[in-house]
Nanobody, 123 residues
Framework: QLQLGESGGGLVQAGGSLRLSCAAS????????MGWFRQAPGKERELVAA????????YYVDSVKGRFSISRDNAKNTVSLQMNSLEPADTAVYYC????????????????WGQGTQVTVSS
């Protein structure tokens, strides 16, 4: 069974950077497309970024394009999200998720989830 664990969240001022990491255990990540989702209080969970099984295809929600970068290291069984130029609107709990599809941009295709890590951006 695949298990995912996020790290790297925290409190940062607007304009700052954070790097989120997702470590997997139980299965090798090269069998999964991966995504980072976020959920802010009172809002629906949204897909922030996704990456295909071997990293050849990526997706970003419009609000983070040019600021966030998703990457993966299948040899280390990890996925990362580099977040630059952070804005208060980026404040949310960020979740790492895995999909057994080759690539996924819909939450319904993701069937393994981490517990989430809080990112708070102060103005």
């Amino acid at each position: 069974q695949l298990q995912l664990g996020e790290s790297g969240g925290g409190l940062v001022q607007a304009g700052g950077s954070l790097r989120l990491s997702c470590a997997a255990s139980g299965r090798t990540l090269d069998n999964y497309a991966m995504g980072w989702f976020r959920q802010a209080p009172g809002k629906e969970r949204e897909l922030v970024a996704a990456i295909s099984r071997f990293g050849g295809t990526t997706y970003y929600v419009d609000s983070v394009k040019g600021r966030f970068s998703i990457s993966r290291d299948n040899a280390k069984n990890t996925v990362s999200l580099q977040m630059n130029s952070l804005e208060p609107a980026d404040t949310a709990v960020y979740y790492c998720a895995a999909s057994s599809s080759v690539f996924g941009t819909r939450a319904t295709t993701y069937n393994s989830w981490g517990q989430g890590t809080q990112v708070t951006v102060s103005s």
